[in-house]
Protein backbone atom coordinates (compact mmCIF):
# COMPACT_ATOMS: atom_id res chain seq x y z
CA UNK A 1 0.00 0.00 0.00
CA UNK A 2 1.21 3.48 -0.21
CA UNK A 3 0.62 4.82 3.00
CA UNK A 4 3.62 2.43 4.01
CA UNK A 5 5.39 3.25 1.31
CA UNK A 6 5.29 6.53 2.38
CA UNK A 7 5.20 5.65 6.16
CA UNK A 8 8.86 4.07 5.12
CA UNK A 9 10.39 7.13 3.13
CA UNK A 10 9.66 9.46 6.13
CA UNK A 11 10.88 7.03 8.83
CA UNK A 12 13.94 7.08 6.58
CA UNK A 13 13.89 11.05 7.30
CA UNK A 14 13.54 10.50 11.13
CA UNK A 15 10.25 12.21 10.27
CA UNK A 16 7.75 9.15 10.70
CA UNK A 17 6.22 11.18 13.84
CA UNK A 18 5.29 13.98 11.18
CA UNK A 19 2.32 11.19 9.54
CA UNK A 20 -1.46 11.81 11.29
CA UNK A 21 -3.50 9.28 10.38
CA UNK A 22 -6.92 9.42 10.81
CA UNK A 23 -10.04 7.08 11.60
CA UNK A 24 -11.83 9.26 9.10
CA UNK A 25 -11.41 10.24 5.40
CA UNK A 26 -9.17 12.82 4.69
CA UNK A 27 -9.74 12.23 1.02
CA UNK A 28 -11.02 15.72 -0.34
CA UNK A 29 -9.76 19.21 0.92
CA UNK A 30 -13.42 19.67 2.90
CA UNK A 31 -12.71 16.47 5.18
CA UNK A 32 -8.39 16.78 5.59
CA UNK A 33 -9.46 20.25 6.77
CA UNK A 34 -12.07 18.81 9.57
CA UNK A 35 -10.05 16.13 10.72
CA UNK A 36 -6.88 18.54 11.32
CA UNK A 37 -9.15 21.10 12.73
CA UNK A 38 -7.62 23.42 10.16
CA UNK A 39 -8.79 25.97 7.45
CA UNK A 40 -8.79 24.23 4.09
CA UNK A 41 -6.16 25.96 2.60
CA UNK A 42 -3.58 25.27 4.29
CA UNK A 43 -4.44 21.77 2.86
CA UNK A 44 -1.30 20.81 0.43
CA UNK A 45 -3.69 19.29 -2.22
CA UNK A 46 -1.80 16.97 -4.97
CA UNK A 47 -3.28 17.21 -8.33
CA UNK A 48 -2.21 15.08 -10.68
CA UNK A 49 -1.47 15.73 -15.05
CA UNK A 50 -0.57 14.06 -18.28
CA UNK A 51 2.05 15.75 -19.91
CA UNK A 52 3.84 14.51 -23.01
CA UNK A 53 2.74 10.59 -21.54
CA UNK A 54 4.55 11.78 -18.06
CA UNK A 55 2.91 12.05 -14.80
CA UNK A 56 3.06 15.60 -13.87
CA UNK A 57 2.08 16.34 -9.86
CA UNK A 58 1.46 19.85 -8.67
CA UNK A 59 1.00 20.76 -5.08
CA UNK A 60 -0.72 23.59 -4.21
CA UNK A 61 -2.90 25.30 -1.52
CA UNK A 62 -6.43 23.80 -0.75
CA UNK A 63 -8.40 26.75 -1.51
CA UNK A 64 -6.76 27.09 -5.16
CA UNK A 65 -7.53 26.28 -8.73
CA UNK A 66 -5.74 25.44 -11.90
CA UNK A 67 -5.43 28.68 -13.95
CA UNK A 68 -5.35 27.57 -17.19
CA UNK A 69 -3.31 30.04 -19.12
CA UNK A 70 -0.84 30.11 -16.66
CA UNK A 71 -0.65 26.03 -16.83
CA UNK A 72 -0.50 26.55 -20.74
CA UNK A 73 1.83 29.01 -20.85
CA UNK A 74 4.48 27.00 -18.04
CA UNK A 75 3.60 23.11 -19.69
CA UNK A 76 2.80 24.30 -23.52
CA UNK A 77 0.06 22.20 -23.10
CA UNK A 78 -3.43 21.81 -22.13
CA UNK A 79 -4.18 21.10 -18.54
CA UNK A 80 -5.35 17.15 -18.93
CA UNK A 81 -6.03 15.65 -15.31
CA UNK A 82 -5.21 11.86 -15.01
CA UNK A 83 -7.85 8.90 -15.10
CA UNK A 84 -7.80 7.53 -11.67
CA UNK A 85 -6.53 4.68 -13.37
CA UNK A 86 -3.75 6.56 -14.54
CA UNK A 87 -3.11 7.65 -10.87
CA UNK A 88 -2.86 4.14 -9.76
CA UNK A 89 -0.60 3.43 -12.53
CA UNK A 90 1.92 6.33 -13.21
CA UNK A 91 1.82 8.13 -9.45
CA UNK A 92 1.64 5.14 -7.46
CA UNK A 93 -0.89 6.24 -5.24
CA UNK A 94 -4.80 6.26 -5.38
CA UNK A 95 -7.50 9.51 -5.48
CA UNK A 96 -7.80 10.77 -1.76
CA UNK A 97 -4.36 10.04 -1.16
CA UNK A 98 -1.94 11.28 -3.95
CA UNK A 99 0.95 13.16 -2.23
CA UNK A 100 4.38 13.87 -3.42
CA UNK A 101 6.06 11.46 -1.58
CA UNK A 102 7.72 8.26 -2.77
CA UNK A 103 6.07 8.25 -5.96
CA UNK A 104 6.49 6.13 -8.77
CA UNK A 105 9.83 6.99 -10.84
CA UNK A 106 9.12 9.19 -13.83
CA UNK A 107 6.79 11.57 -12.13
CA UNK A 108 7.51 15.37 -11.76
CA UNK A 109 6.52 17.14 -8.95
CA UNK A 110 5.70 20.95 -8.90
CA UNK A 111 5.11 23.02 -5.91
CA UNK A 112 2.76 25.99 -6.02
CA UNK A 113 3.88 29.38 -4.79
CA UNK A 114 0.16 29.57 -3.18
CA UNK A 115 1.51 27.52 0.12
CA UNK A 116 4.36 29.66 0.56
CA UNK A 117 1.49 31.72 2.59
CA UNK A 118 1.22 29.79 5.64
CA UNK A 119 3.90 28.49 8.52
CA UNK A 120 2.57 24.80 8.07
CA UNK A 121 0.68 22.88 5.03
CA UNK A 122 -0.50 19.47 5.26
CA UNK A 123 -0.40 16.79 2.44
CA UNK A 124 -1.79 13.67 2.45
CA UNK A 125 0.61 10.73 2.96
CA UNK A 126 -0.90 8.14 0.44
CA UNK A 127 -4.16 7.18 1.08
CA UNK A 128 -7.49 8.61 1.87
CA UNK A 129 -6.82 8.53 6.20
CA UNK A 130 -3.54 10.53 6.74
CA UNK A 131 -1.72 13.79 6.15
CA UNK A 132 1.89 14.67 6.52
CA UNK A 133 3.04 18.39 8.72
CA UNK A 134 5.35 20.03 7.15
CA UNK A 135 6.52 23.97 6.52
CA UNK A 136 6.87 24.77 2.51
CA UNK A 137 10.57 24.58 2.98
CA UNK A 138 10.03 21.08 4.16
CA UNK A 139 7.78 19.96 1.58
CA UNK A 140 10.50 21.57 -0.82
CA UNK A 141 13.17 19.69 1.15
CA UNK A 142 11.46 16.35 1.28
CA UNK A 143 9.97 15.96 -2.06
CA UNK A 144 12.37 15.71 -5.52
CA UNK A 145 10.29 18.33 -7.16
CA UNK A 146 11.37 20.64 -9.75
CA UNK A 147 10.76 23.97 -7.61
CA UNK A 148 8.35 26.19 -7.43
CA UNK A 149 5.95 27.50 -9.97
CA UNK A 150 2.84 29.98 -10.24
CA UNK A 151 -0.01 28.19 -11.99
CA UNK A 152 -3.25 28.79 -9.70
CA UNK A 153 -5.74 31.57 -10.15
CA UNK A 154 -4.96 34.88 -7.98
Known amino acids: MAIEKVIEYFEGLGLSD ?33 VEGSAVLIVTAGDMKIDNPKYKAFFHTKAKM ?53 SPDELQEYTDNLGWIDVCRS
Open 82 to 134: LSPQQVDELVGHSIGGVCPFAVNEGCKIYLDVSLKRFDTVYPAAGNAQSAVRL
Open 18 to 50: RIIQFDVSSATVELAAEALHCEGARIAKTLSFL
